[in-house]
């Protein structure tokens, strides 16, 4: 069935630091794939999508790339801030009814 | 555009009572979902309405679990009777379409079974 693995938390950085959280699916068919944040007392957020292969998704300084011969979309920021500090879920839709498939979630602490 | 609403923000039964929790989606959008997240676990699908139809419910808990929209707008979600493992944050989240994005997710509420 299709899945999404990221990496396990929580992940502390300091500010400025570089941000790497891995995301790898398995899904038939050519799946939709997405990063959402939740901030602390919060309710989700989509931060970027990609809808096919090789597609970049970005926004707020954070990036992914739609990987399809690797079956992974990592997300990545060059310079975290303390306000980046929230648990960040990878997702996937295989749009035939439009649900999300979503990861455990990683935690980012980010520390001044 | 005002969000997705939800509520109760917050709710604490006792394990065989019943709980209702009630969803108002974004004007004009046909797509409602359903969403349990447990702690530490990313949201799973309960259900999925397309305007008042179920699309989805294979993974709902029959047993216990029942959902309706009314009128193709707002939603309720009951459980009766509640087991410890339903605690978690209970998501409601709207779209225009069912093509995965688009999403809009309410603040959810937060079940504690005891």
């Known amino acids: 069935g299709n899945s999404v693995t990221q990496m396990e938390g929580p992940v502390t950085l300091s500010e400025e630091a570089f941000l790497t959280i891995n995301c790898t699916y398995t899904?038939?068919?050519?799946?939709?794939l997405f990063w959402y944040v939740q901030y602390p007392g919060e309710g989700l957020q989509l931060l970027l999508k990609a809808t096919k292969a090789d597609d970049k998704g970005s926004n707020k300084g954070f990036e992914a790339t739609y990987r399809k011969e690797t079956t992974s979309f990592h997300l990545e920021k060059g310079s975290v801030q303390v306000s980046d500090s929230a648990v960040y879920f990878c997702a996937l839709s295989t749009g035939s009814q439009g649900n999300l498939i979503f990861g455990k979630g990683t935690k980012l602490s980010v520390k001044p | 555009e005002a969000g997705v609403a939800q509520s109760p923000r917050y709710k604490i039964i006792e394990k065989r009572q019943s709980v209702a929790f009630w969803c108002n989606p974004i004007s004009g959008h046909a797509t409602l979902y359903w969403y349990q997240q447990i702690l530490g676990q990313g949201p799973k699908l309960l259900i999925q309405f397309q305007n008042n139809g179920v699309v989805d419910d294979s993974q709902l808990p029959k047993d216990r679990f029942s959902a309706e929209r009314l009128k193709g707008v707002d939603s309720t979600l009951k459980i009766q009777p509640a087991k410890l493992e339903d605690s978690a944050v209970y998501l409601c989240?709207?779209?225009?379409?069912?093509?995965?994005?688009?999403?809009?997710f309410g603040s959810g509420t937060r079940l504690t079974v005891v």
């Open positions: 899904a038939t068919g050519y799946p939709s």
């Open positions: 989240a709207s779209s225009l379409t069912d093509r995965g994005y688009g999403y809009t």
